[in-house]
């Protein structure tokens, strides 16, 4: 498919306006950031429908859909607002003249309600708890079964054209380092079920430092910490849907000690990138073997499966997919193939 003649329509976030110098830690603006970047790197031409003092990433053009009156709930005042605002700048830019073109969903159900399109609507980086779209990209299987159970009356016409891609990360935000300054390093949300004292309890049984990092920490200074780890602590207790930080850790070529559900067993290869555990001795032993893992192979791995360019093309393959079965008949369609390795 030629990307130049195309145009991908970006529904962002419905609260913030995407600037990641303003709201760094939030994790949906940077999935919208990436999502405009991978457009960019496949030439595909793309409008951002953001909060008024949206900065894009080059070449994506902005549409103001003005300020947020409150906070979004599902079908509450700014929700319907908002969705109208939405289709109102929709049906002033879409062309609907034949060529490819699609509108993505970056922020689930709070875009529920736009205006019926003909166009195929598809909600890329899913790693919330909802969804509502035809054409989901789910970042890990774990996340894609989560929401199979939980919305199964919505979504078991449709699970025929969704797919899974895993988020990627830009490989020169996240530079090697061969070698460890000898500390354990915990870096996200302080909260219980992120297991943070299942981090602690792993650290005091290694007799090693934890550094914990909740907040505040990005770019460069991130990188190096990540980097310098002797391994990064990642004990979630609920179902990760895909988990940032184990990728750049891995990106560093940092090994990852985790437990072993979720996303994790999809990022975290047992014995080469890090090991998955479910009990305190498993996490002791798991460290104590971390410093023998190849800190190169960790890096080459992470580049092969979670960089933009590796990604890229195969969200390249999805789009392509996406608009065959959508006007070539659904499950029939004649080149309804996801995968460019196969063909008929």
Not at 86 to 106: F, K, M, Q, V, Y
Not at 137 to 148: E, G
Request: proline residues 7%; hydrophobic residues 35%.
């Amino acid at each position: 498919m030629n990307f130049s003649h195309s145009m991908m329509h970006v529904m962002g976030h419905p609260e913030l306006p995407l600037d990641l110098q303003a709201y760094p830690e939030d994790a949906q603006l940077r999935n919208c950031w990436n999502f405009c970047l991978l457009l960019e790197h496949l030439g595909i031409p793309c409008k951002y429908y953001g909060i008024s003092g949206s900065k894009t990433p080059p070449g994506c053009e902005f549409v103001d859909c003005g300020r947020s009156t409150g906070r979004w709930r599902y079908r509450n005042t700014w929700h319907q607002r908002y969705n109208r605002r939405l289709s109102r700048a929709l049906t002033r830019h879409c062309l609907t003249n034949g060529r490819p073109e699609w509108i993505a969903s970056l922020y689930g159900a709070a875009q529920s309600d736009i205006d019926d399109t003909p166009l195929p609507v598809l909600e890329p980086m899913l790693g919330y708890d909802h969804c509502w779209c035809h054409y989901r990209v789910f970042p890990s299987y774990a996340q894609q079964q989560v929401i199979y159970t939980r919305q199964a009356e919505f979504t078991w016409q449709s699970r025929f054209f969704d797919t899974v891609i895993p988020h990627f990360l830009p490989p020169a935000e996240y530079p090697f380092s061969s070698t460890h300054d000898g500390y354990l390093l915990y870096l996200g949300r302080n909260a219980p079920d992120k297991g943070l004292d299942l981090a602690r309890t792993c650290a005091d049984d290694c007799g090693l430092p934890l550094r914990l990092v909740f907040s505040g920490c990005q770019g460069q200074e991130k990188a190096a910490l990540l980097g310098r780890a002797l391994a990064v602590l990642m004990p979630t207790l609920y179902l990760e849907p895909f988990g940032y930080v184990a990728i750049e850790a891995q990106m560093c070529g940092t090994p990852v000690v985790c437990t072993d559900w979720g996303a994790f067993p999809e990022t975290v290869a047992e014995g080469l990138s890090g090991f998955r555990c479910r009990t305190a001795a498993e996490f002791q032993a798991a460290v104590a073997q971390c410093p023998r893992l190849d800190r190169a192979a960790i890096r080459k791995r992470a580049l092969n499966l979670y960089s933009l360019p590796a990604v890229a093309q195969l969200y390249a393959e999805y789009f392509t997919f996406v608009w065959e079965v959508h006007n070539h008949g659904g499950y029939y369609a004649p080149a309804a193939l996801r995968r460019g390795g196969l063909s008929l």
